[in-house]
């Protein structure tokens, strides 16, 4: 390698990748495939069969899930989405509790209560996917506000998507985080639809950064797809909040490159939207990246690649094995009193 | 000699109990529209804020649902949140997060979490304050898994409850009646606690159970007095707790008096006494009963600002006296 090719690589990695190390950036790169190949196996195994109801894949979004929870600790808090496999494994869950989750499992996160839509893992940070649109937003405030009694340093992030911001609890939520100088990062995924909906159909103002100047909360915009971006503003939002400097808001541009849910027939966008979105897809950019700039090798790439395949079979073989709740424990856990 | 308890009012009592938690434990803190400085619509914090500061007795914003859900994530997180609605008609606006999220969070999450949160609501008709602030809402709230629903009659129950509710660690309801806050009654200068789910029988009786609930406790009982002065000789029973439901202390009451009157504030289709007639219905009281079982409840319309027709919307002592005649002598 010569000498100006070890400037340029110095020069073009981003200021970022300073406070994260290679081996940071490696399990950034594996949790990002990890929730893709998750989601994969998911909507594979729905497809034949093996689960029901239904899910919300966040495929195309991942660089904003993990770019945000690149810049949390273990004690720091996260709510979520339906949209929210990609926060849980971000924040560090395992698939094979995951995937128990989704068949059903007493082995699953919520013993096969919740499903794909209330995903949760308090131990790790994690307070919860939540089934209604901007019932999270509230519940972060909250969770910061005990921050503040607790007199600890942690921050919430507070995942929602471009539809939450037209829910009243979205407002009401941006008032009292600012108002109570709450340590909150609002991260937006604007995935530009709500179900069919599409942000220009529902939204008075261009962007979601644009509210957040009637709450006097500073706000970013960044390219949702770019793991790097996504991961300065978190870092610059984090500290924001553990510095006493209050809550922030992250509007990450990104694309849901899947339907709704399961139900969806696309009908209100073009193959020309999605296929353009699908060539900004946020692995192969980051993969490109880490390679360029030296960080990885094409050999670490396959590897990454096979060792997430090896761990996501797994979880789905854990998944099939576990057994399924008692019948009997159904009134288990609605209140502290067991029946 | 015993000293006489003191006497405290509904309110007053209501306020010590949150005293006394925020005092016994750091985590306990209140938040609500007004209930700092202003001391609550209804005094109930008064000088809360003097004495525990402004961090531990929130003055919030009018964002109810936004608010209610604050509690709900400091609840999660540990912390032991008391949150005032200034009127329980305005839990209307927070019924996401009281209904989707703190009610069914534990069992959702497979028993993961649990939400330790006390939200009181101050209920009922008889002000003059008209369709919007004078609902009896609290059997919605009793329609609910997950939730805990309380309704206290006296300065006595209204402390213990409270307190219990805050050593919970499930969410629960308090509905406070609005006439009752001013009522003064013996209350123990200890942190004492009143079971939730425990029904307690007022007064003794052989002819004719009635179950009431809040202010209705206290129009059976004068009711009472009066069947008395007749020969018929009433139970009265304060339910004292919505959800759960006090089965047993029931079902032994009706088997033995062989007669049941509901008497509630809330509109009675649908009401608790619904829930409470059906399950005597179902239960082996049922063979036990000598006339049907009698209901009082509000009437089929919006609470109406003029006072005669707002009275006639409620059961009043006259209604209570009237229907207990028919259900023991089969005549009024």
Same mark, same amino acid.
């Not at chain 1, 019948?327 to 856990?333: G, K, Q, S, V």
């Not at chain 2, 949160?117 to 898994?145: D, I, K, N, Y």
């Not at chain 2, 439901?245 to 608790?272: A, K, M």
């Given at each position: 390698m010569t000498v100006q090719m070890q400037i340029d690589r110095r020069a073009n990695r981003p200021a970022v990748y300073d406070r994260l190390s290679n081996e940071q950036l490696r399990e950034s790169l594996r949790r990002m495939h990890l929730i893709r190949q998750f989601e994969e196996g998911a909507e594979q195994a729905y497809m034949r069969g093996l689960i029901h109801g239904t899910m919300h894949l966040s495929?195309?979004?991942?660089a904003s899930a993990v770019g945000v929870c690149v810049?949390?600790?273990?004690a720091d808090k996260i709510t979520s989405t339906h949209r929210g496999h990609g926060h849980c494994i971000g924040k560090g869950a395992d698939p094979k509790r995951m995937f128990a989750e989704f068949f059903g499992k007493e082995t699953g996160y919520c013993r096969g209560r919740g499903g794909s839509m209330h995903i949760a893992d308090p131990s790790q940070g994690n307070l919860g996917a939540n089934?209604?649109?901007?019932?999270g937003l509230p519940i972060a405030v909250g969770a910061a506000l005990a921050i503040r009694q607790q007199k600890r340093d942690d921050v919430v992030v507070c995942f929602f998507g471009d539809g939450a911001s037209n829910e009243g609890a979205f407002h009401e939520a941006l008032n009292m985080a600012a108002l109570w100088t709450l340590p909150v990062v609002f991260v937006c995924e604007n995935n530009q639809y709500g179900m069919s909906t599409s942000t220009a159909r529902?939204? /008075?103002?261009?962007?979601?950064?644009?509210?957040?100047v009637a709450y006097n909360i500073p706000a970013r915009i960044v390219d949702g797809n770019d793991f790097a971006a996504v991961a300065e503003a978190a870092f610059e939002a984090t500290d924001r909040g553990r510095g006493g400097l209050g809550p922030s808001l992250i509007e990450c541009k990104t694309y849901r490159?899947?339907?709704? /849910?399961?139900?969806?027939?696309?009908?209100?966008?073009s193959k020309d939207e999605i296929d353009a979105w699908s060539r900004r897809d946020p692995i192969v950019r980051l993969e490109a990246e880490l390679v360029g700039l030296g960080i990885l090798a094409e050999a670490d790439l396959a590897a990454i690649r096979q060792q997430v395949e090896t761990e996501i079979e797994e979880g789905i073989a854990f998944a099939q094995e576990s057994p399924p709740p008692a019948i009997a424990d159904l009134l288990r856990d609605v209140t502290s009193e067991q029946p | 000699m015993d000293r006489p308890v003191r006497e405290l009012s509904y309110a007053q009592a209501l306020q010590e109990a949150m005293a006394q938690a925020m005092e016994a434990d750091e985590r306990v803190f209140l938040m609500g529209e007004d209930i700092g400085v202003y001391g609550g619509a209804f005094q109930v914090t008064g000088d809360l804020v003097e004495r525990f500061g402004e961090a531990r007795v929130i003055d919030t914003p009018i964002a109810e649902l936004g608010a209610a859900g604050v509690a709900v994530g400091a609840a999660l997180c540990g912390q032991r949140p008391v949150f005032e609605f200034q009127f329980s008609d305005f839990a209307t606006l927070a019924m996401e997060q009281i209904v989707n999220q703190a009610a069914k969070m534990r069992y959702m999450l497979g028993g993961a979490v649990s939400v330790p949160l006390v939200m009181r609501f101050p209920a009922g008709s008889g002000t003059g304050a008209a369709a919007q602030h004078s609902q009896s809402l609290e059997a919605w709230f009793a329609h609910v898994p997950g939730l805990k629903v309380v309704q206290p009659s006296t300065p006595h129950d209204a402390k213990g409850l409270l307190l219990s509710a805050i050593d919970d660690p499930d969410p629960v309801m308090i509905f406070e009646h609005k006439l009752l806050y001013k009522m003064k009654g013996p209350v123990p200068e200890e942190a004492y606690r009143v079971p939730i789910g425990k029904a307690d029988i007022r007064r003794k009786g052989r002819d004719l159970t009635i179950v009431a609930t809040a202010i209705m406790v206290h129009r059976a009982l004068d009711a009472a007095a009066i069947l008395a002065e007749e020969g018929i000789d009433v139970e009265v029973i304060d339910l004292r707790c919505l959800r759960p439901l006090d089965r047993d202390t029931l079902v032994e009451s009706v088997s033995r008096t062989t007669r049941l009157l509901c008497v509630y504030? =809330?509109?009675?289709?649908? =009401?608790?006494g619904a829930e409470i007639s059906a399950m005597i219905a179902e239960s082996e009281a049922f063979d036990r009963l000598d006339a049907p079982i009698g209901r009082l409840g509000g009437a089929e319309c919006p609470l109406p600002y003029n006072p005669e027709m707002e009275k006639a919307a409620v059961p009043q002592i006259p209604d209570i006296v009237a229907m207990a005649r028919r259900l023991v002598r089969g005549t009024v």
């Amino acid at each position: 390698m010569t000498v100006q090719m070890q400037i340029d690589r110095r020069a073009n990695r981003p200021a970022v990748y300073d406070r994260l190390s290679n081996e940071q950036l490696r399990e950034s790169l594996r949790r990002m495939h990890l929730i893709r190949q998750f989601e994969e196996g998911a909507e594979q195994a729905y497809m034949r069969g093996l689960i029901h109801g239904t899910m919300h894949l966040s495929i195309g979004q991942e660089a904003s899930a993990v770019g945000v929870c690149v810049a949390l600790g273990a004690a720091d808090k996260i709510t979520s989405t339906h949209r929210g496999h990609g926060h849980c494994i971000g924040k560090g869950a395992d698939p094979k509790r995951m995937f128990a989750e989704f068949f059903g499992k007493e082995t699953g996160y919520c013993r096969g209560r919740g499903g794909s839509m209330h995903i949760a893992d308090p131990s790790q940070g994690n307070l919860g996917a939540n089934g209604i649109v901007g019932g999270g937003l509230p519940i972060a405030v909250g969770a910061a506000l005990a921050i503040r009694q607790q007199k600890r340093d942690d921050v919430v992030v507070c995942f929602f998507g471009d539809g939450a911001s037209n829910e009243g609890a979205f407002h009401e939520a941006l008032n009292m985080a600012a108002l109570w100088t709450l340590p909150v990062v609002f991260v937006c995924e604007n995935n530009q639809y709500g179900m069919s909906t599409s942000t220009a159909r529902s939204m /008075s103002v261009p962007n979601v950064a644009d509210r957040a100047v009637a709450y006097n909360i500073p706000a970013r915009i960044v390219d949702g797809n770019d793991f790097a971006a996504v991961a300065e503003a978190a870092f610059e939002a984090t500290d924001r909040g553990r510095g006493g400097l209050g809550p922030s808001l992250i509007e990450c541009k990104t694309y849901r490159i899947r339907g709704h /849910s399961r139900s969806d027939r696309n009908r209100y966008r073009s193959k020309d939207e999605i296929d353009a979105w699908s060539r900004r897809d946020p692995i192969v950019r980051l993969e490109a990246e880490l390679v360029g700039l030296g960080i990885l090798a094409e050999a670490d790439l396959a590897a990454i690649r096979q060792q997430v395949e090896t761990e996501i079979e797994e979880g789905i073989a854990f998944a099939q094995e576990s057994p399924p709740p008692a019948i009997a424990d159904l009134l288990r856990d609605v209140t502290s009193e067991q029946p | 000699m015993d000293r006489p308890v003191r006497e405290l009012s509904y309110a007053q009592a209501l306020q010590e109990a949150m005293a006394q938690a925020m005092e016994a434990d750091e985590r306990v803190f209140l938040m609500g529209e007004d209930i700092g400085v202003y001391g609550g619509a209804f005094q109930v914090t008064g000088d809360l804020v003097e004495r525990f500061g402004e961090a531990r007795v929130i003055d919030t914003p009018i964002a109810e649902l936004g608010a209610a859900g604050v509690a709900v994530g400091a609840a999660l997180c540990g912390q032991r949140p008391v949150f005032e609605f200034q009127f329980s008609d305005f839990a209307t606006l927070a019924m996401e997060q009281i209904v989707n999220q703190a009610a069914k969070m534990r069992y959702m999450l497979g028993g993961a979490v649990s939400v330790p949160l006390v939200m009181r609501f101050p209920a009922g008709s008889g002000t003059g304050a008209a369709a919007q602030h004078s609902q009896s809402l609290e059997a919605w709230f009793a329609h609910v898994p997950g939730l805990k629903v309380v309704q206290p009659s006296t300065p006595h129950d209204a402390k213990g409850l409270l307190l219990s509710a805050i050593d919970d660690p499930d969410p629960v309801m308090i509905f406070e009646h609005k006439l009752l806050y001013k009522m003064k009654g013996p209350v123990p200068e200890e942190a004492y606690r009143v079971p939730i789910g425990k029904a307690d029988i007022r007064r003794k009786g052989r002819d004719l159970t009635i179950v009431a609930t809040a202010i209705m406790v206290h129009r059976a009982l004068d009711a009472a007095a009066i069947l008395a002065e007749e020969g018929i000789d009433v139970e009265v029973i304060d339910l004292r707790c919505l959800r759960p439901l006090d089965r047993d202390t029931l079902v032994e009451s009706v088997s033995r008096t062989t007669r049941l009157l509901c008497v509630y504030e =809330g509109v009675r289709t649908l =009401g608790i006494g619904a829930e409470i007639s059906a399950m005597i219905a179902e239960s082996e009281a049922f063979d036990r009963l000598d006339a049907p079982i009698g209901r009082l409840g509000g009437a089929e319309c919006p609470l109406p600002y003029n006072p005669e027709m707002e009275k006639a919307a409620v059961p009043q002592i006259p209604d209570i006296v009237a229907m207990a005649r028919r259900l023991v002598r089969g005549t009024v």
